[in-house]
């Protein structure tokens, strides 16, 4: 099993169910508020959804309807405290997945920039 970079952790061919798996898991965090949410509970820890939409310069009911894809993906979790809704970071592989995807953005801009620059691929 192997991948790009010599290693992968991921069976291959890859089954269906596995697939579908992958693409809603990835879903989740495929909009730019989700990111956002997720960065925030991370850095702030737990949050109404007044204090997120607040923080973020967004609507309460856009934050609560994205909140609910994270929640019902397993990203985040909620209790309730009095008459608030309080939200938390509950996936510990969220962020690094984000972290990841933030890596290979970094690269690829790289090498987009080089060859915008140069003419050439980036390594020739």
């Known amino acids: 099993m192997s ?13 269906d169910p596995l697939v579908e798996l992958l693409a809603e898991r990835l879903t989740a965090f495929a909009q730019p508020l989700r990111i956002q949410l997720i960065d925030h509970l991370d850095h702030r820890g737990e949050a109404s959804v007044q204090e997120l939409a607040d923080g973020l310069g967004a609507t309460q009911q856009n934050v609560s309807k994205h909140l609910g894809v994270l929640r019902r993906a397993g990203v985040v979790a909620r209790r309730r405290d009095g008459v608030y809704v309080r939200y938390r970071l509950v996936d510990p592989d969220a962020l690094p997945l984000l972290e990841e995807a933030a890596v290979g953005v970094a690269r690829q801009l790289r090498r987009s920039s080089f060859v915008a620059a140069t003419g050439r691929p980036l390594g020739s």
């Open 3 to 15: 991948g790009s970079k010599g290693r992968s952790y991921l069976p291959h061919p890859l089954s």
